[in-house]
């Protein structure tokens, strides 16, 4: 089936380390985006790439770096850099950017 | 960016009609109106959206005022799995990317 996946559902991560959320779509599509959410809050845009090789910074990007390398995946790396990471990280896309974004599952990172 | 403003939560019976409100007053001739809902620990789910006319699909009914200051999600018999958080949402139809903003959201609670 089509979608787009998100790896691993949960992580814990120690102060400190980087750790990088796998986000990979078999949709074809060429946007791609990274959402985070904390408890009983909306969606806030991190990171948004319209094409490969190419991607944008969004209204929280600090503390988060992502690559564009392939059309299929967009992964996002929480460095030690963003004081409170722990939250659930939502990963879509979109056929281009402008129509209809389909999310995955998401990601919940706690850091301990 | 255009806002969007909906009540906080509403309730509904099951079975019943629903009837999910969306204020965007600043809304401008190219921005669609687009609704989503997420389920409790999972990703949004697209459910409608529209330009000018009211749309209908398998899920849903939008209703769109004249003046496009105002819209109406409907959902025409409100089963317990219906129960999430419903975001307004507009996009422009532009090329400087898909980047939706969530708000708060409706959260819908069906009773039994």
């Known amino acids: 089936d089509g979608g787009i996946t998100q790896s691993p559902k949960y992580l814990f991560r120690k102060e400190g380390q980087n750790v990088t959320l796998s986000c990979e779509q078999n949709?074809?599509?060429?946007?791609m985006y990274w959402y985070r959410q904390d408890p009983g809050q909306g969606l806030r845009l991190i990171y948004y790439?319209?094409?490969?090789?190419?991607?944008q910074k969004g209204d929280i990007a600090e503390g988060y770096s992502v690559s564009r390398e392939k059309k299929e995946s967009f992964p996002l790396t929480v460095t030690s850099a963003q004081k409170n990471p722990t939250a659930f990280y939502l990963c879509?896309?979109?056929?281009?950017?402008?129509?209809?974004?389909?999310f995955g599952e998401g990601s919940w990172l706690t850091v301990v | 960016d255009a806002k969007t403003t909906q009540p906080n939560s509403m309730e509904s019976n099951e079975e019943e009609p629903v009837h999910l409100p969306c204020n965007h007053s600043?809304?401008?001739?190219?921005?669609?109106i687009h609704w989503y809902r997420q389920l409790p620990s999972q990703g949004p789910e697209y459910v409608i959206h529209?330009?000018?006319s009211n749309v209908n699909n398998r899920m849903a009914s939008l209703a769109i005022a004249e003046d496009r200051k105002s819209s109406t999600l409907i959902l025409h018999r409100a089963t317990l799995r219906d129960a999430a958080v419903y975001y307004c949402?507009?996009?422009?139809?532009?090329?400087?990317?898909?980047?939706?903003?969530f708000g708060g959201g409706t959260r819908l609670m069906v009773k039994p």
């Open positions: 600043t809304i401008s001739g190219t921005d669609y």
């Open positions: 529209g330009l000018t």
């Open positions: 879509a896309s979109s056929i281009v950017a402008g129509n209809t974004i389909y």
């Open positions: 949402i507009l996009r422009r139809d532009n090329n400087a990317g898909n980047m939706l903003t």
């Open positions: 949709l074809n599509h060429d946007a």
């Open positions: 790439s319209q094409i490969v090789n190419d991607f």
